[in-house]
């Protein structure tokens, strides 16, 4: 598939899941609005789509709405299958994303080391 239309595809996917969870559309309660799509990935045939979550309430937070959203992935296919005009809806599947928790981890890390550095000298 042209990687264009596959970005393309993977932003409108994007898009769509997120207004859901912002309107509330997604009625599980271990889903709330705190939760972020951080990317999608889509396989190349438009089969499925993998898509990272993260949340602004910490790990555990995080964890429960993977574990709420992938209950929901059927509801939430069905409506972007009705929203977005294409012959298959991608199978959607939720990940947690620990990236930005890892990414304040490493910057502490070098804060220290620099600091550390600067108080030998």
Do not use: C
């Not at 009705?82 to 804060?111: C, Q, W």
């Amino acid at each position: 598939m042209n990687e264009i239309r596959l970005k393309r595809v993977e932003s409108l996917i994007r898009e769509k899941v997120s207004s859901l969870i912002m309107l509330g559309e997604v009625k599980d309660p271990r889903v709330d609005t705190s939760v972020t799509l951080t990317r999608v990935r889509s396989a190349k045939d438009l089969a499925s789509a993998r898509i990272w979550v993260s949340s602004f309430g910490g790990e555990e937070a995080t964890r429960r709405a993977v574990k709420g959203l992938n209950n929901a992935a059927g509801f939430i296919q069905l409506r972007i299958g009705r929203e977005i005009h294409m012959r298959n809806t991608p199978k959607l599947y939720f990940t947690a994303d620990n990236s930005i928790r890892e990414g304040l981890a490493v910057n502490r890390l070098i804060d220290e080391a620099v600091s550390s550095e600067s108080g030998d000298r």
